[in-house]
Nanobody, 127 residues
Framework: QVQLVESGGGLVQAGGSLRLSCAAS????????MGWFRQAPGKEREFVAA????????LYGESVQGRFTISRDNARNTGHLQMNSLKPEDTAVYYC????????????????????WGQGTQVTVSS
């Protein structure tokens, strides 16, 4: 029901910025709540940020709070993750995820509640 394509990853120096995009398509694309997760080599997948379809309930992982900003353009069914003050520890594959069924806000940090996933985009931060 929802197809996701991430873009915007790349190589950046520490302290720099990147803007990731997630284009959603499919029948339920305009009903999707969106999240971002990342996974670094040897580490578990980590919650990064999430946002409701309406734009409410914006959440961030502790490690990115104050540095990353999630937003969405519902007219284009596109989500964005602005990543500022990047650190080497931000290096990971970043995944866009979506769900269409409403659930309590605490579930927005749980990857198990997201049935739709993009292919991931690599973000590498050099020191």
């Amino acid at each position: 029901q929802v197809q996701l394509v991430e873009s915007g990853g790349g190589l950046v120096q520490a302290g720099g910025s990147l803007r990731l995009s997630c284009a959603a398509s499919g029948r339920a694309a305009d009903s999707a709540h969106m999240g971002w997760f990342r996974q670094a080599p040897g580490k578990e997948r980590e919650f990064v940020a999430a946002i409701r379809r309406s734009g409410s309930n914006i959440l961030y992982g502790e490690s990115v709070q104050g540095r990353f900003t999630i937003s969405r353009d519902n007219a284009r069914n596109t989500g964005h993750l602005q990543m500022n003050s990047l650190k080497p520890e931000d290096t990971a594959v970043y995944y866009c995820a979506a769900k269409t069924v409403w659930a309590p806000v605490e579930t927005m940090k749980n990857q198990d509640y997201y049935p739709y996933w993009g292919q991931g985009t690599q973000v590498t931060v050099s020191s």
